[in-house]
């Protein structure tokens, strides 16, 4: 078990540009879900998918975020045009189906758009 | 809509001393709650986890929460903290997906 992992842990980017964060859940977890987070706050939860299907999405997520799971196992989260508002910490976490959903998370991805 | 509310946004406590970080919820059905732990930089980790049963639930590291319903709590204890204890801790609970309190960050003075 490698846990869940997170690609890349530092993302540095200019306003405008395109940003991809790619996370791998644990081989046996069907649920995978996207969180935000910035200084001092909570994960705020962006996206879930099960298997490939995507189940739940935040209001946070404007249309310039767009999430996929084409295999029902790695998961991609692309911030298109980015502004300096998205700059946090990405998270991604994975969890089984069934029971109460303890999430697994990853070490997080990093964002600063300057 | 369920949340949960952690009011301390910053605890410092001495190295040695006993802690004590709240965590209120509103749910409608009995909760499962949690509690994680996070360190600069760093992902979630879980501490500990409230399913059913027993009220008093332990967890890794020598912490423990107890679950009262009276009062909607989920508060989390350590009898002895460490300066390795001093992180960001985070209590939440399901809505489809798990919902975070805002977090209180734990200082530990030597």
């Known amino acids: ?12 980017t200019k306003r405008g540009q395109n940003v991809t ?17 910035t200084l001092g706050q909570g994960p705020e939860f962006l996206t879930y998918f099960q298997n490939e299907a995507q189940l739940e999405k935040s209001r946070l997520l404007s249309d ?39 999430l697994f998370f990853g070490e997080g991805s990093r964002l600063t758009v300057l | 809509a369920q949340s949960v509310t952690q009011p301390d946004i910053h605890i ?7 802690l004590e ?13 949690f509690w994680y732990v996070q360190s600069p930089g760093q992902g979630l980790q879980l501490l500990l986890k409230y ?8 967890g890794i590291k020598g912490f423990e929460a107890e679950f009262k319903r009276s009062q909607s709590s989920f508060n989390l204890r350590k009898p002895s ?30």
């Not at chain 1, 791998?24 to 987070?37: F, G, K, T, V």
């Not at chain 1, 799971?69 to 946090?88: M, N, V, Y």
């Not at chain 2, 399913?51 to 332990?58: A, I």
Request: contains cysteine; proline residues 6%; hydrophobic residues 30%.
């Open chain 1, 64 to 102: 310039r975020f767009s999430a996929e799971r084409p295999k029902g196992s790695f998961s991609t989260l692309e911030i298109q045009r980015t502004e300096q508002g998205d700059s946090a910490m990405y998270l991604c976490a994975s969890s089984v189906t069934q029971g109460p959903g303890e």
């Open chain 2, 81 to 110: 903290v460490h300066w390795s204890d001093a992180a960001e801790y985070f209590c939440a609970a399901p809505g489809g997906k798990l919902i975070f309190g805002q977090g209180t960050e734990l200082s530990v003075k030597p």
């Open chain 1, 21 to 37: 964060f790619r996370c791998d859940p644990i081989s046996e977890h069907n649920r995978l879900y996207w969180y935000r987070q």
């Open chain 2, 12 to 18: 410092t406590v001495s190295e040695g001393a006993s």
């Open chain 2, 51 to 58: 399913f059913s049963g027993d009220t008093l639930v332990q």
């Open chain 1, 1 to 12: 078990d490698t846990g869940v992992s997170q690609d890349p842990r530092h993302k540095i």
């Open chain 2, 21 to 33: 970080l709240r965590c209120n919820y509103s749910y409608g059905a009995t909760p499962y709650l």
